[in-house]
């Protein structure tokens, strides 16, 4: 690749992520951010942000060592940061929280991933989640034309009809300027699963095998996604 050249602040950031943010410090902070315990996370983490914020920025986090620290996080993650690297504030815009982008390689093509961050719950979620993140992914595909371009949406707490809604966006055609796409693939999972994933040391490259096949199978499939999330986090693999 052409940019060889060592990024001084991912330097920075990496030796970040191993003194501050290693596996049971990003475990805890997942348990924190389902009780709520924001005193906690401002120990751990920072109390300069929301704690919103601060589950965007430890998503991307959890999210670069999944993907073997690939890529320029600091750049895919649409935060702005203090002068230590830690969260300061989301960056507003019409955009998904982090867009992780991959290179093709033998175990998936050239994509980009976005990733949609929520502490909402309930009714609430399919309110505040619902429109935005297909939009996002929506208005996504259309500007950059990439059928393989997809979204993975995580919460503290998944609702049933979220889950199922966000499945049929394989189906329902989006409209933007005159352009229309087909078959948006955007999964869902809950901060549980990811604490699996980290703990069972699953890598990317395994998880979009694992979401491609799940999101190919009919819809009407029974228990597609308990099936996903088994599987994903290493519990069995089919």
């Known amino acids: 690749m052409a940019r060889s050249k060592t990024n001084p602040y991912k330097t920075r950031f990496n030796t970040l992520i191993d003194k501050k943010f290693n596996d049971s410090v990003l475990i805890e902070l997942l348990n924190c951010f389902e009780t709520r315990d924001d005193k906690r996370i401002e120990e751990l983490v920072t109390d300069e942000a929301t704690i919103p914020t601060i589950f965007e920025y430890i998503l991307g986090i959890i999210w670069y060592k999944v993907s073997e620290r690939q890529g320029n996080i600091l750049d895919f993650m649409k935060l702005s940061l203090e002068a230590n690297l830690l969260a300061k504030t989301h960056a507003?815009?019409?955009?998904?929280?982090?867009?992780?982008?991959?290179?093709?390689?033998?175990s998936y093509p050239k994509h980009s991933l976005l990733l949609e961050a929520t502490l909402a719950d309930g009714n609430n979620q399919r309110r505040m989640e619902m429109?935005?993140?297909?939009?996002?992914?929506?208005?996504?595909?259309?500007?950059?034309?990439?059928?393989?371009?997809?979204?993975?949406?995580?919460?503290?707490?998944?609702?049933?009809?979220?889950?199922?809604?966000?499945?049929y966006r394989k189906i329902i055609p989006y409209t933007k300027d005159e352009e229309t796409i087909t078959g948006m693939k955007i999964i869902s999972i809950d901060t549980d699963s990811l604490k699996k994933i980290i703990e069972n040391k699953v890598k990317y490259k395994y998880l979009y095998e694992v979401f491609d096949k799940y999101h190919e199978m009919p819809l009407e499939t029974v228990d597609w996604h308990d099936g996903m999330i088994k599987e994903a986090t290493g519990e069995y693999k089919a």
């Not at 507003?92 to 033998?106: L, N, P, R, V």
């Open 131 to 167: 429109e935005p993140v297909s939009r996002h992914l929506g208005d996504y595909r259309i500007r950059y034309n990439n059928p393989f371009d997809y979204s993975l949406f995580v919460s503290t707490h998944l609702d049933k009809n979220v889950i199922s809604d966000f499945r």
């Open 92 to 106: 507003a815009g019409g955009y998904a929280d982090i867009i992780y982008e991959y290179e093709a390689c033998t």
